[in-house]
C-alpha cells in the first residue's frame, strides 16, 4: 500500500526550530516529487514546499524562503521539512504529499489527485 506518514510536529516559541518527516511507503520518493503543504485555522491550503525528483529541484513559498529548507534521505525514503525562525502565522496543519507532478488541492489540504499523509500539528506561540 502507498501512504506517507508525517512525524514531527509540536508547540513551540517564536524564534524555536522544528523538524517534520515524511516517511514514504509502498513507493520511492526518487519517483515522484514531494511537496510539503500546510492549512492554518480559517485559511486555504498551500504550498509550502516541495523538491521535485529525480532532478531535486526544490521550491519554497516566499513567506518560508531563507527559514524552511526541503531534504531527503533517498535510502530511507524520508522528505524532511527543517523549519527554523518559527513565527505564530507558521501554525498550521502539516501535510506532505506525492505525486508525478503534484497537483494544487480542490479544496482542504488532503483533497484533490496527490496522495497525502494524515498531517502534523504545529502551534507556534508569540
Known amino acids: 500500500e502507498r501512504q506517507l506518514v508525517e512525524s514531527g510536529g509540536g508547540s513551540v516559541e517564536a524564534g524555536g526550530s522544528l523538524r517534520l518527516s515524511c516517511i514514504a511507503s509502498?513507493?520511492?520518493?526518487?519517483?515522484?516529487?514531494i511537496g510539503w503543504y500546510r492549512q492554518g485555522p480559517g485559511n486555504e491550503c498551500e504550498l509550502v514546499s516541495s523538491?521535485?525528483?529525480?532532478?531535486?529541484?526544490?521550491y519554497y513559498a516566499d513567506p518560508v524562503k531563507g527559514r524552511f529548507t526541503i531534504s531527503q534521505d533517498s535510502a530511507k525514503n524520508i522528505v524532511y521539512l527543517q523549519m527554523n525562525s518559527l513565527k505564530p502565522e507558521d501554525t498550521a496543519v502539516y501535510y506532505c504529499?506525492?505525486?508525478?507532478?503534484?497537483?494544487?488541492?480542490?479544496?482542504?489540504?488532503?483533497?484533490?489527485?496527490?496522495?497525502w499523509g494524515q498531517g502534523t500539528q504545529v502551534t507556534v506561540s508569540s
Open positions: 523538491i521535485s525528483n529525480p532532478v531535486g529541484v526544490t
Open positions: 509502498g513507493f520511492s520518493i526518487n519517483e515522484v516529487d
Open positions: 504529499a506525492a505525486n508525478r507532478g503534484l497537483h494544487a488541492p480542490t479544496g482542504a489540504c488532503g483533497s484533490g489527485y496527490n496522495r
